[in-house]
């Protein structure tokens, strides 16, 4: 049975991106949990980026095979491009890079495994003391949450999230229905 998803509220967040202080990998890892939960892009887009699909003045990332290979752009807001700001001179400085390393990348400029990635998210989960399931998906459940709570329109956050239709986007968000639910029904007469 699939288990229900968990948004993290934002002190949750805050607290997963505090644990990102002192090991050599800890930049890398906070620009991917932060890029991960500011564009709700999937663990596979982030991996694959590359530097030439980042746009800073503009504001945007392209997304070159999303899922079902489809190509779209989404927007980075500025606390994503200084969390990747700050790792790119970071592994500009600390990576054997190759030509064809992706954003993400190891030392010596490899790709990282999206299991390493997996292994990130639990440990720093565990280390925040966040008593839910931390993982890079549940990023863009928490993202979808965010926007449905500031009233964004259906059909702008089905093209964040990347899906092809509004009726994913509503399924998805029906699955995330939070605790306005249960006080809709506390308050009734």
Known sequence: MKRPPQPLNRSEIYALLATCRRERAA??????LTLA??????????LSLRIADIDFPRGEIT??????????????????????????TQRE??????????VFCTWLGLP??????RKMFARRGRVSGIGKRV??????????????????PL????????????VTTSIYLRALAGP???DLMRKRL
Not at 27 to 32: N, P, S
Not at 37 to 46: A, F, H, M, P, Q
């Open 112 to 117: 990282v495994a999206s299991r390493t990635i």
């Open 93 to 102: 400085r600390d990576c054997y890079l190759l030509p064809d390393s992706p």
């Open 155 to 166: 059909h702008q956050i089905a093209g964040v999230l990347g899906h092809s239709t509004v």
């Open 37 to 46: 939960w500011r564009t709700g892009l999937r663990c596979k887009e982030i």
């Open 135 to 152: 993982h890079c998906h549940g990023m863009r459940h928490t993202l979808a949450r965010e926007l449905s709570d500031e009233r964004r």
């Open 63 to 88: 997304v070159m095979h999303g899922k079902g290979d489809v190509r779209r752009v989404v927007g980075i807001d500025s606390t994503a491009q200084d969390a990747l700001t700050h790792w790119l």
């Open 180 to 182: 306005e639910v249960v």
């Open 27 to 32: 930049v890398r890892d906070r620009a991917f």
